[in-house]
């Protein structure tokens, strides 16, 4: 088991910054990936960044070039850095774990933190 630990939320005017933190303890694999998804009302969870424990980044296009994820392997913890913060990033921030058998193969199913609301005033 993985256990994942959000903070940083909180409400800023659009234009402002905020950085996340995801905190994981319990079982990760050497090989794995964290990773940030969101959830507006009404809609679906969607996935804004993800980085593998080596570094490999993927973004949503909506978030590219505002949007930074980055971690420290050392203390099992994933960032992300949000700049230029727009109205429609209003969502509840997920954290998101998955363990690797090696750098492509996955290993078990999604770990996911109990969230954190990010709101974007106009």
């Known amino acids: 088991q993985v256990q994942l630990v959000e903070s940083g939320g909180g409400l800023v005017q659009a234009g402002g910054s905020l950085r996340l933190s995801c905190a994981a303890s319990?079982?990760?694999?050497?090989?794995?990936?964290m990773g940030w998804y969101r959830q507006a009302p009404g809609k679906q969870r969607e996935l804004v960044a993800t980085?593998?424990?080596?570094?490999?980044?993927n973004y949503a296009d909506s978030v590219k070039d505002r949007f930074t994820i980055s971690r420290d392997n050392a203390q099992n913890t994933a960032y992300l850095q949000m700049n230029s913060l727009k109205p429609e990033d209003t969502a509840v921030y997920y954290c998101?774990?998955?363990?690797?058998?090696?750098?492509?193969?996955?290993?078990?199913?999604?770990?996911w933190g109990q969230g954190t609301q990010v709101t974007v005033s106009s």
């Open positions: 319990g079982r990760l694999f050497r090989f794995n990936r």
């Open positions: 980085i593998m424990s080596g570094g490999t980044t």
């Open positions: 998101n774990a998955r363990n690797f058998i090696s750098a492509s193969v996955a290993a078990g199913g999604d770990y």
